[in-house]
């Protein structure tokens, strides 16, 4: 079982910067790859980034160039960079880990007024 717990969301205007953070604890050791989806009412949970033990990324094509994700293996701690926030970034995100099955976090409210 792995735990995950997002921090780090909240209120921002557009042009505006936030950082997220996801905590894992539990069977850390057989996570693979860690990430953040992000979804809005009526609409299905989308992929925002993903990152490997390794360090390879993934990312949307709605956020590359404004997004970093990144991985602190030591501190079992994945964390999301967002820059030039804009209105359509308004969502709630979820931290993401597979360890040979997926597991997510409870959520992180985004708003990003415009």
């Known amino acids: 079982q792995v735990q995950l717990v997002e921090s780090g969301g909240g209120l921002v205007q557009a042009g505006g910067s936030l950082r997220l953070s996801c905590a894992a604890s539990?069977?850390?050791?057989?996570?693979?790859?860690m990430g953040w989806y992000r979804q809005v009412p009526g609409k299905q949970r989308e992929l925002v980034a993903t990152i490997t033990r390794g360090g390879s990324t993934n990312y949307a094509d709605s956020v590359k160039g404004r997004v970093t994700i990144s991985r602190d293996n030591a501190q079992n701690t994945v964390y999301l960079q967002m820059n030039s926030l804009k209105s359509e970034d308004t969502a709630l995100y979820f931290c993401?880990?597979?360890?040979?099955?997926?597991?997510w976090g409870q959520g992180t409210q985004v708003t990003v007024s415009s």
């Open positions: 993401y880990a597979f360890a040979a099955t997926s597991y």
């Open positions: 539990g069977s850390i050791f057989r996570i693979m790859t």
